[in-house]
Antibody, heavy 125, light 107 residues
Framework: QVQLVQSGAEVKKPGASVKVSCKAS????????VHWVRQAPGQGLEWLGM????????AYSRKFQGRITIIRDTSASTLYMELSGLKSEDTAVYYC??????????????????WGQGTLVTVSS | DIQMTQSPSSLSASVGDRVTITCRAS??????LNWYQQKPGKAPNLLIY???TLQSGVPSRFSGSGSGTAFTLAISSLQPEDFATYYC?????????FGQGTKLEIK
């Protein structure tokens, strides 16, 4: 059974950093693209970045460049998303999400299918 | 960055109605357009990808169309479980932006 299980809720002060984990089971991180998406309270969805399955490298939205780092621990089947310089506007639920198709029959339509349960990050002084 | 604009932002309809939601891209994205449904407190659920391909397990009352910059999600006969918020997303180029959402409410 495919699952992405994320770490628990965090409360951080402005200027701090937060690290959210996303542990995969039922599939391997080396065969699927995984993305990070956030949703502020009552707001829409925002794409943050993604990890390439073969290299383990990540690409980020320019909006977060310099503040975001996504790393993969293949042995632990876990991805980590770290966001630094937190502001109140970063308060949101952060999701990791896997694409539908593995790289063996990948499509560049990139539909997102299996979502983690979400991690609420609250930034407040 | 590509801006995605959905209309309407909210919509009231009755069970059995046919509804359509429109999504427009700020530049041509061919058919790199996906649709998601989200219910309160839950992660989004994939409905359609590639503008018109129904994801496995999604009821056939959902359909998608369009190419270029204009796209439509249609629900042919609303069921009680369809009242939710719907998002379009472009995957033509990063950042893979979403529309602002369309909230479908019961009339």
């Amino acid at each position: 059974q495919v699952q992405l299980v994320q770490s628990g809720a965090e409360v951080k002060k402005p200027g701090a950093s937060v690290k959210v984990s996303c542990k995969a089971s039922g599939h391997t991180l080396t065969t699927f693209y995984v993305h990070w998406v956030r949703q502020a309270p009552g707001q829409g969805l925002e794409w943050l970045g993604m990890t390439f399955p073969t290299s383990g490298n990540s690409a980020y939205s320019r909006k977060f460049q310099g503040r975001i780092t996504i790393i993969r621990d293949t042995s632990a089947s876990t991805l980590y998303m770290e966001l630094s310089g937190l502001k109140s506007e970063d308060t949101a639920v952060y999701y990791c999400v896997r694409e539908v198709f593995p790289i063996s029959n990948w499509t560049d339509w990139r539909p997102f299918d299996y979502w983690g349960q979400g991690t609420l990050v609250t930034v407040s002084s | 960055d590509i801006q995605m604009t959905q209309s309407p932002s909210s919509l009231s309809a009755s069970v059995g109605d046919r509804v359509t939601i429109t999504c427009r891209a700020s530049q041509i994205i061919n058919n790199y357009l996906n649709w998601y449904q989200q219910k309160p407190g839950k992660a989004p659920n994939l409905l359609i990808y590639g503008a018109s391909t129904l994801q496995s397990g999604v009821p056939s009352r959902f359909s998608g169309s369009g190419s270029g910059t204009a796209f439509t999600l249609a629900i042919s006969s609303l069921q009680p479980e369809d009242f939710a918020t719907y998002y379009c997303q472009q995957t033509y180029t990063t950042p893979f932006s979403f529309g602002q959402g369309t909230k479908l409410e019961i009339k």
